[in-house]
């Protein structure tokens, strides 16, 4: 698949809450399918090109007549953050939320020392008053996140990422409207200090999420019981197979829903989306998205982890399935 690099690839997912996923993904935000996409922006007209704001600008400037300049404005400043709707223009994503982080240093150069802590807190009081209005929101949503402000605001990632991350907890303690959030990093050093973030919090401790520490009865779930039973016998030396499976599972089930049996998984997931929960949708979603790496991306390698994560999502898929047909 020629379009395969385009994808932001979910390398860890795993669920916080029931119907709450908390994920890290590696690529390019431009990318994006979330609901809402929070960058961090200095109060300038003039954005770096290869900076996450700077990516969206260009993408927004090819493909629409959006240019975000005219958005870092007095509202801004005086809010911290700022939403732009950008729903009606088709893209992947539907929103963006600008963080603000204060005057740009008038030497174009990476601040440092109490300029960098000036930032940090910018940041942090325009995240506080994001949530608050994020938490506001009736109707369900996912957002994917960038390492704000460490790549030209000069913060040190640790300290960005444990910010952002217990800023996640918070809002999903908030509210049960935000079925998905997920950490965006595009170069690997990025990644893998998410990654450690994630893991050194107490709040957020994936690897008990992702451990099967209860007996699945799958005795009910009918004609998949076959293909269930062989993945989870085949968890640790084929975790590929099993997210494979998982992906034919649903491609199944929702084939069945909509008696169409030659649909595309993707158009068949779309058509859905209004006629179940939404939890379900997000699970349909990773699914299919991570049985297609499996199926045709070389360079992704799955893990064990990753291979229990769908298919703790799919086991939630079937039984919604059987129970919606009772």
Known sequence: MSSMPGYIKTKLLFEYKQGQLIG???GDIVHSDADIVILSAFRTNNFTPNSAIGSINTFLEKHTSIRLENYIDYELKENGFKFIDISFQNLSFKKLLIIDMGEPDQN???????ESGLILNNIKNGLEKAKIQLAKSTSPFTIDITALGTQYGGLHRKECFDLLINWASDLFNLTSKITLLRFIAYELDTFVDFFESVFRLQKIKPENELTFSTVHNIDNLLQFKPELTSALRDLDKHPR?????????IETIV??????NTIKLSDGI???KNYC????????TTCRILGNFSNHDP????TRRDAEGILILTLRIVEWHFSFES
């Open 24 to 26: 890290l993904g590696f």
């Open 108 to 114: 174009d150069i990476i601040p440092l020392g109490s």
């Open 241 to 249: 197979g099993v997210i494979i499976t998982c992906r034919t599972i």
């Open 255 to 260: 084939k069945k829903r909509l008696s169409n």
């Open 270 to 272: 779309a058509l859905l």
């Open 277 to 284: 929960p939404p939890n379900i949708y997000s699970y349909l």
């Open 299 to 302: 360079n992704f390698i799955p």
